[in-house]
Nanobody, 124 residues
Framework: QVQLVESGGGLVQPGGSLRLSCAAS????????MGWYRQVPGLERELVAT???????NYADSVKGRFTISRDNAKNTVYLQMNSLKPDDTAVYFC??????????????????WGQGTQVTVSS
């Protein structure tokens, strides 16, 4: 099995910063794209940012210039540095990863995995 565990959410004032982390663990052969998504109750989950194994990044227009995604391939971890936070950034943030995992010592399969989510609240 594979697990994605997020950390770093919380309450911050407008203009403040937070750093989210997401560590993948389990029977991992390799990890391709990792990313962050967010969801507000009643709305669809939306892309925040993604990063490939080679470090190619993609951002939602709403976070460009304020958020930075990065990853540590040796630690199977992805980060999201969020600066200049706005109340509109309030949401549950989910980690996502395209993972190739072992199903036995010689075979592996591709899966798409989600973390459990971490709440980010931007409010004065």
């Amino acid at each position: 099995q594979v697990q994605l565990v997020e950390s770093g959410g919380g309450l911050v004032q407008p203009g403040g910063s937070l750093r989210l982390s997401c560590a993948a663990s389990g029977s991992i052969f390799s990890i391709k794209t990792m990313g962050w998504y967010r969801q507000v109750p009643g709305l669809e989950r939306e892309l925040v940012a993604t990063i490939t194994t080679d470090g190619i990044t993609n951002y939602a227009d709403s976070v460009k210039g304020r958020f930075t995604i990065s990853r540590d391939n040796a630690k199977n971890t992805v980060y999201l540095q969020m600066n200049s936070l706005k109340p509109d950034d309030t949401a549950v943030y989910f980690c996502n990863a395209d993972i190739r995992r072992y199903i036995d010592p010689v075979r592996s399969i591709n899966i798409n995995s989600w973390g459990q989510g971490t709440q980010v609240t931007v409010s004065s």
